[in-house]
């Protein structure tokens, strides 16, 4: 069974990204965190027990990127997966991501279809053991 950390405050994109991961991982377990300080607290707890992360940067308490910053800082979680999917554009927030050690940049596609194929894409080559050197922007 894989474990999924969705860190998202937003609860559409929440629902979306929950149903698109269930339908394509039916043996997972999805926790989700809705603000930095519940991430923060959930990594500290169980950190080590995630496959994967996806990281929405726009969080309210503590913002995706010190999130990153305290999974990269921790040697539980140093090497764990960590795909930032943001409705972000700013190229700081791309470079932050990608200094911060960010495993993969992913803008939220706006219509259904298009996140839940980035949903996929995610999935497939995350958790299936080979993923992408490159990000998708």
Known sequence: MKAILLIEDNPDDERLAVRAIQERVAESR?????????AVDQLENEGDQFDLVLLDLKLPKISGLDVLRRLRGAP?????????LTSSNEGSDLASARALG???YVQKAVDLDS???SIDTILDRWLSGTPVASDSR
């Open 102 to 104: 960010a495993d993969l």
């Open 30 to 38: 999805i926790v989700v965190a809705r603000d930095g300080a519940e």
């Open 76 to 84: 539980a979680t140093a090497q764990m997966p960590v795909i930032v």
């Open 115 to 117: 996140f839940r194929r």
